[in-house]
């Protein structure tokens, strides 16, 4: 495996594998996508609920705008407990953002744009009924066969899903955690329900199934999702015989015409690859953890792994980065991992509550929720999926004046600073784009009116990496990015090609600007970084003593 290959290969063509493949691809990467299905799966919704950020990622490969447009908007949460409404929440103004909060639709129908938009790529090869019997590497490719076949790569992603055990095994990555008895039933039923169109609805304790939970999610075309907790011996089979099953969904819509679309019978899992790199192979999406669905976390966080993974090999392959910025993959996409499991364990022993301590919890908050507001707060539907910030990234520059303040009230945004997700202001002009649009092409620099932009160029030129430095009034001279950002005086920010902020520096001297930009590629830095917290800045000046 000594020569050069020149491309990579991606292990699984589910959602995550085709956004980490139409990705590479972007970055004029050759892929090759391997599968081992006979096709792709055409029946069941599966996760429904795509993220604002995550339409983002895939409008940047032409698939966001039109998976928005056929997906359906909801705008209100409301939240019951037997026959009393707790409240509702609506779903906050995104601020700049091009696309709203959540949008339903299949994954079906996304994987189908997603597979329009690959099939108009030529730099991906798919291959369907290809399973990856072995998988070899060492310091110049990886090399994968299915059967006969073989295939070599310089780097691979493994999107194989929670079913991923021989792929994680032929790495040498475990997979620890639970693997839950409490069953679920989904319905996806097509009715004419009137009000219901916009709106989530979770039912704790319900006539209709009291005791549990019911979740009701709308869907384009009159189409419902409703998601039961039930017993754990429970037999879909038998229901749907006896006729149980039609006086259960009858129990929730009321005496109305319905046809069922799809229907299934779901555990739920918690589980985390202790490593999300092995070697040559990142791992991403279910293949890397997997996480209780409420709140939408699992396809969404995939998404994120994907976009991550891409960049970084893409610089890997083009000699921009070296060994840190492939090992940060695992760093900043691990931790993601990690507060997402925190945050759906949580919610998981509130929805079901194992022991007598968490089921008597939840009994106190939701009786003492339905006369006090105060006590609504501590109610547990599922936080909703959010992009994860990586304040803590090895990649990332502290900004002391800007410090991350730790995990935002739900349903907000952190401040601006280094690690966050840029604001996706507006462009002014005959192109119409956004921010990210601008930083999705490499890095960024975005300085004030104070900073002399030659000056930037200037400093970090011989950097070989695609970049842009510009002004902030050169881009927008309304001045809507400036406050989104509360930009101050003085300022340089750097963006990352996945839009995140990678740092903010103040008064910008060139070693400064060249420090950030290297650590933000992953480079040994003088000073160590630990939990985002970069000491003896002086210190690391004086040694390097201005190189360049």
């Known amino acids: 495996m000594s ?9 699984g063509n589910g959602p995550v594998g085709q956004t980490a493949a139409l990705l590479l691809a972007r970055w004029g990467v050759p892929v090759v996508v391997l599968d081992r299905r006979p096709e792709r799966d055409r029946a069941g919704s599966r996760s429904i609920c795509q993220q604002g950020d995550v339409l983002d990622v895939w409008e940047s490969v032409g698939a966001g705008r039109r998976i928005a447009a056929e997906g359906l908007t909801w705008t209100t949460a409301r939240t019951f407990y037997r026959d009393a409404e707790l409240f509702s929440h609506t779903l906050g103004d995104r601020g700049h953002a091009r696309f709203p909060p959540f949008v339903n639709l299949s994954q079906v129908r996304t994987e189908q744009i997603l597979d329009e938009r690959i099939a108009a790529e030529p730099l991906i090869e798919v291959r369907w009924d290809h399973e990856v019997t072995e998988l070899e590497q060492d310091t110049s490719g990886v090399l994968l ?10 780097y691979a992603v493994a999107c194989a899903g929670g079913h991923g055990d021989e792929v994680r095994r032929m790495l040498g990555v475990t997979f620890a955690g639970h693997s839950f008895d409490d069953r679920f039933l989904i319905c ?30 709308p869907c384009p075309g009159s189409t419902y999702r409703i998601d039961w907790q039930v017993p754990r011996d429970y037999d879909l089979a038998a229901e749907s015989g006896s006729g149980a099953l039609d006086a259960r969904i009858r129990a929730v819509i009321g005496d109305r015409d319905y046809e069922i679309v799809w229907k299934t019978v779901y555990r739920f899992h918690s589980r985390l690859a202790d490593r999300m790199r092995a070697g040559r192979v990142l791992l991403a999406g279910d293949c890397a953890h997997l996480v209780a669905p ?21 610089f890997a392959l083009r000699g921009w980065a070296g060994e840190g ?3 940060s993959y695992h760093a900043e996409r691990h931790l993601a991992a990690r507060e997402n499991l925190a945050v759906t364990t949580t919610t998981m022993e509130f929805l079901v509550p194992h022991g007598e ?8 908050v939701l009786d003492s929720a339905v006369s006090d507001p105060a006590a609504r707060a501590e109610v547990d539907s599922g936080r909703l999926s959010e992009p994860f910030w990586y304040a803590a990234s090895p990649l990332t520059t502290p900004a002391p004046s800007r410090a991350f303040a730790g995990r935002p009230p739900r349903g907000q945004r952190p401040r601006p600073g280094p690690g966050v997700l840029v604001p996706d202001v507006a462009i002014p002009g005959p192109d119409r784009t956004h921010v990210r649009e601008l930083a999705r092409d490499g890095f960024l620099f975005l300085a004030t009116a104070e900073v002399d932009t030659a000056q930037v160029r200037d400093a970090v030129a011989d950097i070989d990496v695609p970049l842009r430095v510009t002004s902030l009034a050169e881009i927008d001279g309304a001045g809507a990015l400036a406050s989104a950002l509360e930009a101050r005086p003085g300022e340089v920010w750097l963006v990352r090609p996945d839009a995140h902020i990678a740092a903010v520096v103040h008064e910008p001297s060139r070693h400064a600007l060249r420090t950030a930009l290297r650590r933000a590629l992953g480079h040994p830095i003088g000073a160590p970084h630990q939990r985002g917290i970069t000491r003896g800045l002086a210190a690391e000046s004086e040694k390097e003593g201005g190189r360049s």
């Open 188 to 217: 996806d039923i097509r009715a004419d329900l009137p009000g219901w169109a916009h709106e989530r609805r979770f039912h704790f304790d319900p006539s209709c199934n009291p005791g549990r939970q019911v979740l009701i999610h």
């Open 294 to 314: 409420f709140g939408a976390r699992g396809l969404n966080s995939g998404v994120a792994d994907a976009e991550n993974a891409a960049w970084k090999i893409a």
């Open 325 to 327: 910025l492939l090992e």
């Open 145 to 154: 066969r299915c059967g006969a076949r073989t295939f070599a790569a310089d």
């Open 357 to 364: 301590a968490q089921r008597e919890r939840r009994r106190r």
């Open 3 to 11: 020569a050069r290959h020149g491309r990579v290969a991606v292990i």
